[in-house]
């Protein structure tokens, strides 16, 4: 009973539509779990018909490129992203990550991966914000494949300027031989799973994933919350 008067004074909020909770929900309320637009590029695999595989092609071998949700600017998707980025919802994160690492579970991906690798913050930026957002998503995603994930392998070695308003080029040079891979051997042989929070023109994930396939990494596929 506490609790139920607690919750009228001091509701959980939606993190997709700022509106109240009802009992039951968390995170993100029933009618925008239902609303948000999904992508659905697990039931493409590697094909020509999965618009994110080919923004890879002739530039790094991915095995898989996939995201939970197509980016929309003002939309539920950028306000969730928001939360997670900027006003500390941690555990959204390992939220959405066991919700998608569950999709892509039913559909057989687990048997294709060994360990999940977040795309790394510099130590000061991640100083600054106190949590590096893509590590959440990517230990529920660990979670639900029910594989190893770690956040100790990639190093981000230099502080890179914001990514948003840069052409394509500018991108890729702003993160060329940006990440090392500080644990080698973990990597070695096998097949990485390396997650951002969101995708845009790919260039940091491609940066990423030349550093891994270097490193003996056997396969490199990528996933992120959402893609523009």
């Not at 994110?52 to 980016?71: D, E």
């Not at 914000?129 to 529920?140: H, I, L, M, P, V």
């Not at 940006?178 to 644990?183: A, D, E, H, K």
């Not at 845009?200 to 996933?223: F, H, I, K, P």
Request: contains cysteine; charged residues 25%.
């Amino acid at each position: 009973m506490l609790q139920d008067f607690l919750s009228l004074l001091f509701p959980e909020i939606c993190h997709a539509c700022d509106q109240p909770l009802a009992r039951g929900e968390r995170y993100i309320c029933t009618e925008c779990n239902v609303k948000l637009p999904y992508t659905d590029l697990h039931l493409h695999g590697a094909t020509e018909l999965n618009y994110l595989q080919q923004r890879f092609w002739g530039k790094v071998p991915i095995r898989f490129a996939f995201s939970y949700l197509h980016f929309r600017s003002k939309g539920r998707v950028q306000r969730v992203l928001h939360k997670l980025k900027y006003r500390g919802a941690q555990e959204l994160g390992e939220h959405l990550g066991r919700r998608y690492g569950a999709i892509l579970s039913e559909h057989g991906y687990a048997s294709h991966l060994d360990l999940v690798i977040p795309v790394p913050l510099h130590h000061l930026k991640q100083r600054r914000r106190g949590y590096n957002q893509s590590d959440g998503f990517a230990k529920g995603l660990a979670e639900a494949l029910q594989i190893p994930w770690s956040n100790k392998v990639l190093e981000r070695a230099i502080d890179t300027d914001s990514q948003t308003k840069k052409s394509r080029l500018d991108r890729w040079q702003n993160v060329e031989q940006v990440f090392i891979v500080r644990q080698a051997a973990e990597v070695n042989g096998k097949r990485i799973l390396l997650v951002d929070d969101v995708l845009t023109t790919g260039a940091t994930l491609e940066a990423c994933a030349q550093a891994l396939l270097q490193n003996g990494c056997s396969d490199v596929s990528v996933t992120t919350i959402a893609a523009a």
